[in-house]
């Protein structure tokens, strides 16, 4: 039989092995069953309506659904009621988006899903101040799939950041060279008319953002935004690239003179983009590469914008052209402006190489020779 003795020693023998084996593997141990049981307490939370900040951070934090729990936030402005400010940092932003990007839905649904969002694709919090403008301008001719594609991810994702925001899809008329740049300098005169927008995002139509901290708000210089793309491998291609999604504060647009007008066809704009924020004294920002991520629908080249063979040359003739060629010689003739539920479409005539075509003569008036002519 053990003495008492030998009972205790053996005792301290067994916890002083234990306490050994704890300690070989306390760093891997400890941070699984941490994050393991932090992961059942959010699960727990995400199904207890114990506050909408709460649940929905968990549930964007851990890659869910873009519109979790925003159903809650469906209530109207009053008219005349003070609201006050939204916190800095809106408490309904999580973490990464789970994007999948499919198109077994209408625009009709994608209106269902956010009874907020009010006529020409308006929106503001319904419960606080929004701190920030941003406007969203989209250039855009006949890619109608991947625009609802967009509207469906990003009019969720920028009601989680408490904005107040508008989208502007800039509608290239006829079958002429598509000219994206020049379309984003109307999409900045045409917007500027509505409201003095805080921040204006340049959004090409097919990059769905992943990661809901990617703010749409500006910095204190320009904002390349989609610095991680996956058709990139989510590495940023080469330091002066300057396209996809961009942010420019108005001031940051006037000082640039906008964008160019002359680049015809695919490629060569981004480039000139970014050379011009360097030559107007400025630097490029951006947000990390985990956080501004980017799916890109994929699709092959539009027709009616073909490689501008002539991208090259018009780069190096930047810093000579960019205070003549921008935002202070566009032209361009708005032929109309609809007002759908999700979006202000302006379609507008930007013209080709040679120029802008003399306006439509007016309709000419049936004189009484013609209506006798007709109804006889």
Known sequence: MFSFQSKKIYLFMFLGIQLVVIALFSREAYKKSVTYFIHI????????????????TAVVANGGDVYANLSRLSKAHSQGENLTYCPKTSPLIGGRINVRIHSN??????????????RGGRYRPPDCEARHRTA??????????????LLYFLHPFLQRQQLNYGFYVIHQAGNYTYNKAKLMNVGFREAMKDEDWD????????????DNRNTYVCDANPKHVSVAIDKFGYELPYNQVFGGVTALSPLHYLKMNGF???YWGWGGEDDDIGDRVSLAGMSISRPSLKVGRYKMIKHKLDKGNNANTKRFNLLRKTRQTWK??????????VISREYHPLYTNITVDVGTKAGLPPPPPPPKAATM????????
């Open 199 to 210: 921040c204006l995002f340049f959004h090409d139509v097919d990059l769905i953002p992943e």
């Open 105 to 118: 839905f209408t625009m009709q649904e994608v209106q269902r899903k956010n009874p907020l969002v009010v």
């Open 136 to 149: 969203i301008i989209i250039p855009h001719r006949d890619r109608e799939h991947h625009l609802k594609v």
């Open 369 to 376: 020779a013609d209506q006798i002519q007709h109804h006889g």
């Open 324 to 333: 003549q060629d921008g935002m202070n010689t566009v032209e361009s003739r």
């Open 260 to 262: 160019p007008n002359n």
């Open 41 to 56: 307490l959010r699960k727990d939370n995400a199904s207890i309506p114990t506050g909408r900040n709460q649940t929905s």
